[in-house]
């Protein structure tokens, strides 16, 4: 990879102004980066401002949050979004590591990038759901004001003798699930080529509880396919030793063949090189890494669903984002390419299962305000 070289003295900033999209969105960061603040002691934010915030939030279309026998309290207009799973991170294992762990695979977890871990922690949050539920065995809680407010409902089937077997669960009618993550994720959605970028527009005729109805998703052009656009990644491994250098034969014939493709058209760049990629990763073949990308994963959550094949045996459909909030180096165009619409003609062969357009929204409110350019 090329090193950025800076001039002497300048300062690398953590955020840029930007617009944002609508105040759902701002409400989506908030609720996120709030929930960070809570769980993460200060000096941990402090020493660690470069880091990655993501979140996955539900949002409830009424304030009646609480068991339907309870009269709530009053709630405030913040009360209809509850975070089910934080990450905090930017690291994972090292291939040299996940070696080592071929004989106890599961000990260890191998992505720490935030995105992941928030999708773990929402899992777990559904799995402790799910388990709370059947303890109670549908009976109502004794003091349901203690515990969160509840995102499934429990569809039981059959008869009394097999009704254990055909217990599945939904999301509840009126909660939608928001993904948030405070930079764009690592991979193809920070790859901005292929496409033409253009800032936000805040839209102030959207209220606090309503996000754009009317984004389009156009399909892709494939005519960029050998460049990367549909590509895969995986996260660069820095203590990865470099692909070995080819003899001087190879390298001649290397040569060779280069110069006569480039003669008829622009060379693979991959071919030769993986500083085409963006910055921490490299192509899936190239000998560099072995996790995939962020903006990979999202997009095979796209395809599947955010719960997981385990949690799939339990559950009436998969549950999908409804929208995905970023804050640093958020560009739609790039988005839409990385996180769903490169996976457009996926077809798992299961009718639940389709490929999931979630609403691309950018925020205006900053992790790390001490870092935002005025």
């Known amino acids: 990879m090329q090193q950025q070289i800076h001039a002497r003295g300048s300062v690398r900033h953590a955020e840029k102004r930007r617009r944002g999209t609508c105040e759902f969105a701002n409400r ?8 960070y603040e809570r769980a993460v002691p200060e000096t941990y934010r402090k020493a660690n401002r470069q880091t990655c915030v993501a979140a996955i939030v539900a949002h409830f279309q009424s304030n009646n949050n609480c068991d339907e026998s309870v009269d709530p309290a009053p709630r405030t207009v913040d009360d209809n979004l509850v975070v089910l799973g934080l990450g905090v991170g930017t690291k994972f294992l090292a ?6 762990e071929q004989a106890g695979y599961g000990k260890r977890i191998r992505d720490g990038h935030a995105e992941v871990l928030a999708r773990r922690a929402f899992q777990r949050h559904i799995i402790e759901e799910m388990r709370n539920d059947l303890a109670l065995d549908g009976r109502k809680s004794d003091d349901p004001l203690k515990i969160p407010p509840l995102v499934l409902e429990r569809l039981d089937r059959g008869d009394e003798a097999t009704k254990a077997a055909e217990i599945r669960y939904r999301l509840k009618p009126g909660v939608s699930l928001h993904f948030y993550a405070s930079s764009a994720p690592c991979g193809n959605a920070t790859l901005k080529k292929f496409v033409k970028m253009e800032k936000e527009k805040f839209d102030e005729s959207l209220g606090p509880d309503e996000w754009p109805s009317d984004q389009v998703h156009s399909p892709l052009q494939a005519h960029s396919i050998r460049l990367g656009q549909f590509s895969l990644l995986v996260k660069k491994d820095s203590s990865s030793s470099s692909v070995e250098p080819p003899t001087a ?20 760049p991959c071919r030769e090189r993986d500083d ?13 890494g072995t996790i995939h990308s962020c903006s990979d994963k999202l997009a095979r959550w796209n395809c599947l669903g955010l719960q997981g094949s385990l949690l799939m045996t339990l559950i009436e459909e998969p549950m999908y984002m409804t929208t995905l909030t970023i804050g640093r180096k958020f560009s739609r165009a790039t988005c839409q390419r990385a996180v769903c619409c490169r996976a457009e003609g996926y077809d798992a062969g299961v009718d639940k299962f389709a490929v999931n357009h979630p609403v691309l929204m950018e925020t205006n409110v900053y992790m790390d305000e001490s870092g935002v350019i005025t």
Request: proline share 4%; glycine share 2%.
């Open 28 to 35: 989506v960061a908030r609720a996120s980066l709030d929930a």
């Open 95 to 100: 291939h040299s590591m996940l070696v080592q």
């Open 249 to 268: 034969v190879a390298a001649d014939e290397d040569n060779l063949r280069v110069s006569r493709q480039s003669k008829r058209r622009k060379a693979w």
């Open 276 to 288: 085409w990629c963006p910055p921490s990763c490299s192509i899936v073949n190239f000998g560099m």
